[in-house]
């Protein structure tokens, strides 16, 4: 199983994801004059530490992930990100267990982030991610290849072998009608292979990401929402077969006080909506499980 899959795309409405973000982001602006007044801090500005913790379990075997993720703010609108991923795999679906625990590979970067008015923030920077995943043994290399998909094909760099990947990214938070956010973000992996191995796939593969939430919260911080994200594989490669692309949804649940220091929570589960992942809900197919925890400052 690789670490890096594309996905088929069965007449999928990717061509309107602009037009719908575009439209989204234009009621966040006639949100304006209802958010002025209120200080609120988006997630792209600051310091925040946080610990993330995803579980996929299917008939036969779990995934789990745990992340350390960092944002600490050396500039005003200039943030340094950095995140530290590791996984545990215990499967028997082939008879004899598979069981290993891999760390995977760190990233770091840049961003810049600022309101641009009252009511939206802009932001925009990048990250690479370091391979230390190189020629691992066939249990650990099974398991980053399982735990690369426990986010519907998002992230796969961070147990991508033998890739150093370069991730430009860029994205806008909107704060309106006093309770509500809305956020999207796109993001480019570019997966370059470092492998001296002739045997192994050498292609550079790019990928894109597209996430958009909509989230109310109440004047003490507690709420809830929902993510609609897309993957689309955008060069021709050797990693899977023909279906280039993948869409799944996340309900969640979160604890942030608006503009103010100190804890926050998440909790939701990303289901994927198509093939092939999904439907998620089906027994086999992905429905992580992930919390947040964490603190701003």
Aim: with cysteine; glycine share 12%.
């Amino acid at each position: 199983m690789r670490p890096i899959h594309r996905s088929r795309c069965r007449g999928c409405a990717h061509p309107h994801l602009a037009a719908g973000a575009a439209l989204l982001a234009a009621l966040a602006f006639a949100g304006t004059a209802a958010a002025q007044g209120r200080d609120w801090q988006p997630k792209k500005q600051g310091h925040r530490l946080g610990a993330q913790l995803e579980v996929w379990p299917v008939e036969g075997g779990t995934t789990v992930t745990g992340e350390l993720v960092g944002q600490i703010a050396v500039l005003d609108e200039l943030m340094i990100d950095f995140s530290l991923p590791s996984a545990y795999g215990s499967y028997d679906f082939f008879g004899p267990t598979i069981d290993a625990f891999i760390l995977g590979n760190p990233a770091a970067g840049l961003h810049w982030g600022d309101k641009v008015t009252d009511a939206l923030a802009l932001w925009a920077g990048g990250k690479i991610t370091f391979p230390i995943l190189i020629d691992p043994d066939a249990e650990p290399g099974f398991v980053a290849g399982v735990a690369s998909r426990n986010r519907a094909f998002f992230d796969m760099d961070r147990f991508a072998l033998e890739r150093l990947t370069v991730r430009p990214q860029f994205g806008l938070e909107a704060h309106f009608a006093r309770w509500f956010y809305f956020r999207t973000d796109v993001a480019a992996p570019i997966f370059i292979p470092v492998a001296d191995n002739v045997d192994r796939d050498a292609q550079t593969a790019v990928a894109i990401e597209h996430g958009n939430e909509f989230e109310g919260r109440s004047n003490i911080g507690l709420g809830a929402g929902g993510r609609l994200q897309f993957l689309i594989m955008a060069t021709d490669t050797d990693f899977g077969d023909d279906d280039r692309f993948q869409a799944a949804i996340e309900p969640y649940f979160v604890f942030e006080p608006h503009g103010e220091d100190g804890f926050f929570a998440r909790v939701g589960t990303l289901i994927a909506l198509d093939a092939p992942l999904g439907f998620g809900l089906d027994r086999g197919n992905l429905a992580t499980f992930r919390v947040t925890l964490g603190g701003k400052w």
